[in-house]
């Protein structure tokens, strides 16, 4: 009786023993988001042999281009209203250097289609721009002097419902059978041989590659990580709160239904108290050769957004953003009710030789809305 009571006694210590060490390692990990902070359905990156998404597009709108895909004149379009036995679309943005390369490739091909008698018609090519609004791809457009349709994708939906790619270009061959385009290859970065890919396209066209090898690409937001723990998150909020000339309360952790990190700050100024909540933000990166982003913003119990901490932002060459840049995207931001529509306009709101990394950040505030709704039906705010 005695050596089974000591037995007892051992196992409880072993397992408060352990209960501590794994909390004591769940405190110490980096904080980390996910694609979906919001909740909702994680998409998986599209592979060969896949069903390209039943994504509503935007129609070009020169009607030339309208014509050369096949298109009546409507606003919108899906993809298997496109005329072509066989379609290259390409996932690009204005300002990826690859991208920008690439664009003399594509150009070729698109010539050697048209003039092959066996590929002309029966294979079409799309651009579409990630992040990119018209004006901005009708720049690069003539820039590059291209001569397929580009087609806007500003607030990164068709991105999205592929799986978010680590970067652009993306570029895939997709083949209509039974009404619907499946995809045959897929391809990350810069094309490099041009002859190569057309073959392939030929043989995709022709059904000598019924489906090409599947790439181990990985969707770019599968899990996004700060690599930031949660006391650093609430110390840079208290020291940010302070230089605002606030004097920050308790700060804590919520555990909200998603896996979004936020957090209740209490404050005060002079005699006023005041809740605000801060969370971070993190976007998977669209340029294959840029970084990911992460950066906390702030917002009151109306939904205000009252400021904006940069954790890991960064600019062209991926250089991190100075104090000027942090405070553009500040007076970006600031203001802005998460409760209203927030509109991103790259002529006033985009940092220098960032205008991706500012669309981004945008992009990534805008899923607020969602979290705000949440804390409402939580009782956080009334």
């Not at 994504?55 to 993809?79: A, M, Q, W």
Request: glycine residues 8%; proline residues 5%; hydrophobic residues 35%.
């Amino acid at each position: 009786m005695k050596r089974s009571r000591q037995t007892v006694l051992l196992t409880l210590t072993l397992t408060l023993t352990l209960i501590l060490f794994f909390s004591g390692l769940l405190f110490l990990n980096p904080v980390k988001t996910f694609a979906n902070s919001e909740g909702g359905e994680q998409i998986p990156l599209i592979q060969a042999g896949d069903k390209f998404p039943m994504t509503e597009l935007v129609s070009p709108k020169e009607k030339i281009y309208r014509d050369y895909l096949g298109l009546p004149d409507n606003p919108g379009f899906y993809l298997k209203e496109v005329q072509a036995e066989v379609v290259i679309v390409e996932f690009l943005n204005k300002y990826c250097y690859h991208c920008q390369q690439q664009a003399y490739l594509m150009n070729r091909i698109y010539k050697t289609l048209k003039k092959d008698p066996e590929l002309n018609g029966k294979v079409k090519i799309l651009g579409i721009g990630v992040g990119n609004n018209r004006i901005q791809l009708e720049h690069f457009r003539q820039e590059k002097k291209i001569p397929f349709p580009l087609i806007p994708d500003q607030d990164f939906i068709a991105f999205e419902k592929i799986g978010y790619p680590g970067g652009t270009p993306f570029t895939t061959i997709i083949k209509k059978e039974n009404g619907q385009f499946v995809v045959k290859d897929t391809h990350l970065g810069m094309i490099e041989n041009r002859q190569a890919y057309v073959d392939k396209i030929r043989q995709i066209l022709t059904g000598g590659a019924a489906v090409t090898s599947k790439k181990a690409y990985e969707s770019a937001i599968q899990s996004l990580n700060p690599g930031i723990t949660e006391e650093e998150v609430k110390t840079m909020i208290d020291k940010r709160l302070k230089d605002m000339g606030f004097t920050p309360g308790e700060i804590t952790q919520l555990r909200i239904k998603g896996a979004r990190q936020v957090f209740m700050v209490k404050l005060k100024k002079g005699a006023k108290l005041d809740v605000w909540f801060a969370t971070i933000g993190s976007e998977g990166k669209v340029c294959d050769i840029c970084h990911d982003i992460h950066f906390i913003y702030l917002f009151d119990r109306q939904g205000i957004i009252r400021d904006f901490i940069p954790i890991h932002v960064t600019k062209y060459g991926n250089k991190p953003f100075e104090e000027k840049d942090v405070e553009k995207t500040r007076k970006a931001l600031v203001g802005r009710n998460l409760t209203q529509p927030i509109q991103y306009n790259p002529d006033t709101d985009a940092v220098s030789s960032a205008s991706m990394t500012s669309a981004l950040i945008f992009k990534g505030v805008k899923q607020g809305s969602k979290l705000y709704i949440q804390l409402k039906k939580e009782g956080y705010i009334q």
